[in-house]
């Protein structure tokens, strides 16, 4: 049997207690699966007294974690720090530097830095891995990266924050607001006491920006998605899309154009008969369209403890599999020098039409008006209708649009050209719709 792996941890929160906790448990099962034990020799934590349900008295603990990650004593260093910076992206760095296998879940860092990181472990020899980093526990990256060969990815897309599917799968259900919503996801531990990471798009772009870079050779480009969060969504919202067939997810969206890469983050109307639209409370799902094997969806639990650990802990045992003198692949799926410039698609026409929900003043002439404003910037109107919301007084009137295919900044326009005309009351709500997926 092969010398054993030496594997050593930074980070003991959830994730990182979970990892320890299974390869603890699991151990026998991976010596069988990879003809060699795995065994944790080294932790790192901020606090090494706080009881994390599992018996980590055999590794030793450190208290640096970039000196440790470049030590000779172990093989792979897992990083579960967090953050895109500091003493994550130290470690990782140092890590490869040294010859360390890398095992991250660390979107944050792999969308600002994952190219640089990328180039370092092919010149050195090593992995970087990081299925954890996307939707959690399903095997999206080693799909894309390994077991495609030969298809070309036209477009990827999906539900890839739990927080968010939470929140809006509950809305529906319960019909309760989204501020209600959101303390019951911090008191259930599904969002942060500080939630504006998830719920206004940061996350899923993270992940996005990591699956677009591996479905089209392009290097990273996090700061080029456009992003809507799903803070603005309201109960009148989430009614009307029912009414007109449609269910609102967060989604992701990158596609490849004719002018280049379109990556967009937002509020989506999906068919309710779609699958995509099935896909309820934390759960993720990713949808990837290709030439030669068509639509392909992965769904499954993107966060938590054990789903993020089992993407980890499958990351450590390819690394385990892995002999001396294998060539490794690359970390995108190309080497990474020859990741393309990412090139940003112009603005075009979006084939599914808009959702427009205009709180307007009870008044003669209204309804006129806004069909002016959509003529007048060249949108077709698919529906137009009135639309009972409670709580609205006499004097106001929810009015409900669906257009046929035409732009962002069409849409833009008219609302703006409506708000000018001060027939609005409330602030004018804007969301896409898909008719596939």
């Known amino acids: 049997m092969a010398e054993a792996l030496r594997v050593g941890i930074a980070g003991l929160g959830t994730v990182g207690a979970s990892v320890a906790r299974v390869l603890r448990d699991k151990a026998a099962e991976l010596t069988r699966q990879c003809g060699r034990d795995v065994i944790v020799t080294t932790v790192s934590a901020r606090d090494p007294k706080r009881d994390r349900g599992v018996d980590l008295s055999a590794a030793k603990w450190f208290d640096d974690p970039i000196k440790r990650a470049q030590a000779a004593d172990i093989d792979v260093f897992v990083e579960l720090i967090g953050g895109d910076e500091g003493a994550a992206r130290a470690s990782v760095k140092a890590a490869l530097e040294a010859g360390r296998h890398v095992v991250t879940a660390n979107k944050a860092l792999l969308a600002k830095h994952g190219v640089a990181l990328a180039e370092i472990a092919e010149k050195r020899g090593v992995l970087l891995n990081y299925e954890a980093a996307v939707a959690g526990g399903i095997p999206v990256i080693k799909t894309m990266r390994e077991a495609m060969a030969g298809n070309s990815v036209t477009r990827v897309f999906g539900i890839l924050n739990g927080t968010c599917n939470y929140i809006l799968t509950r809305m529906e259900a319960e019909g309760i607001s989204f501020d209600e919503c959101l303390k019951d996801a911090q008191r259930l531990g599904y969002a942060e006491a500080d939630p504006t990471f998830d719920i206004e798009g940061h996350d899923t772009a993270h992940k996005l920006s990591i699956l677009t870079s591996l479905a089209f050779g392009t290097r990273i480009a996090a700061n080029d998605i456009y992003m809507e969060g799903i803070s603005n969504i309201s109960q009148a919202d989430i009614r009307a899309a029912g009414d007109l067939g449609y269910r609102i997810k967060l989604l992701g969206v990158a596609q490849r154009t004719d002018s280049g890469i379109e990556q967009r983050v937002h509020p989506t109307m999906v068919p309710t008969a779609s699958v995509i639209a099935q896909v309820h409370g934390v759960t993720n799902a990713v949808a990837i369209e290709t030439d ?43 080497p990474a020098k020859e990741l393309r410039p990412y090139k940003k698609a112009q603005m075009r026409s979006h084939a599914g039409g808009y959702f427009i929900r205009l709180t307007v003043h009870d008044r003669i002439g209204v309804f006129a008006a806004i069909a002016k404003r959509m003529a007048d910037n060249d949108i077709s109107l698919e529906s137009i209708v009135q639309h009972a919301v409670s709580g609205e007084t006499d004097a106001q009137k929810t009015v409900i649009l669906v257009t046929h295919e035409t732009t962002e900044a069409a849409v833009r326009k008219a609302v703006d050209g409506i708000t000018k005309d001060g027939h609005l009351t409330d602030k004018p709500q804007v969301i896409r719709i898909e008719r596939a997926g």
């Open 292 to 334: 030669i094997l068509g639509e392909l969806l992965l769904s499954g639990p993107g966060a938590g403890g054990n789903a993020t650990a089992s993407a980890v802990v499958g990351d450590i045992a390819d690394i385990a599999k892995s002999r001396p003198g294998f060539q490794h692949g690359p970390v995108f799926g190309l």
